[in-house]
Nanobody, 126 residues
Framework: RVHLVESGGDSVRSGGSLTISCSVS??????????LAWFRQDDGDEREGVAA?????TTSYEDSVTGRFIVSQDEDTLYLEMKDLKYEDTGTYFC????????????????????WGQGTQVTVSP
């Protein structure tokens, strides 16, 4: 399984920017197609997909963050750059990994992921 640890959560004003990170280990990034994704949960029952990136750096975004957030990766870290933050972006942000997606698309759908980080809190004040 993949070990993931989020960091960088903070409190920020609306309109501000914040980058959070996810340390990734145990992922065979050069051997199999994989998917890494960010999710968030704000006092609700469901985790919302935010962004995803695959082993070829193809990305996808939830509509509400498109144009404001950028997901990226390097050899051992997943990033989420967040700009023009809104109150509605508040939540606990989780990273997740699917180490072998085969021919399936890389999409931030929680049903596809079993390896999760512990979460990092992002609070956006109005």
């Amino acid at each position: 399984r993949v070990h993931l640890v989020e960091s960088g959560g903070d409190s920020v004003r609306s309109g501000g920017s914040l980058t959070i990170s996810c340390s990734v280990s145990g992922l065979p990034v050069r051997k199999k197609p994989y998917c890494l994704a960010w999710f968030r949960q704000d006092d609700g029952d469901e985790r919302e997909g935010v962004a995803a990136i695959d082993s070829d750096d193809t990305t996808s975004y939830e509509d509400s963050v498109t144009g404001r957030f950028i997901v990226s990766q390097d050899e051992d870290t997943l990033y989420l750059e967040m700009k023009d933050l809104k109150y509605e972006d508040t939540g606990t942000y989780f990273c997740a990994a699917d180490p072998d997606i085969g021919g399936d698309p890389c999409v931030a759908d929680a049903d596809f992921f079993s390896d999760w980080g512990q979460g990092t809190q992002v609070t956006v004040s109005p």
